[in-house]
């Protein structure tokens, strides 16, 4: 059974900065992409920044230049460091990742909620 853990979520003013982690647990051959999405109140999931397993890293424009998307493959754990949050980052932050098992399924943990106030 595979699981994905987030953690690091909480509530920070305009400006400040937090950390996700989201940690991947199970009977894991390999993974292959991990990425962040998010959710806001009333809004749909939208890719935040994901992260191939070479390292190549692809991030939405709302939030180039403030958050950075790294990963311990050793670790099998995803992280996001947000810096100058703004009020509109703030919603429920899900961890994705494409893990090989017996195949390739993509798996979601729960979500760790972020909010930004102003």
């Known amino acids: 059974q595979v699981q994905l853990v987030e953690s690091g979520g909480g509530l920070v003013q305009a400006g400040g900065s937090l950390r996700l982690s989201c940690a991947a647990s199970g009977s894991i051959f390999s993974i292959n992409t991990m990425g962040w999405y998010r959710q806001a109140p009333g809004g749909q999931r939208e890719l935040v920044a994901s992260?191939?397993?070479?390292?190549?890293?692809n991030y939405a424009d709302s939030v180039k230049g403030r958050f950075t998307v790294s990963r311990d493959n050793a670790k099998n754990t995803l992280y996001l460091q947000m810096n100058s949050l703004k009020p509109e980052d703030t919603a429920v932050y899900y961890c994705n990742a494409k893990i090989v098992t017996v195949r390739v399924m993509n798996y979601w943990g729960k979500g760790t909620l972020v909010t930004v106030s102003s």
């Open positions: 992260i191939t397993k070479d390292d190549s890293t």
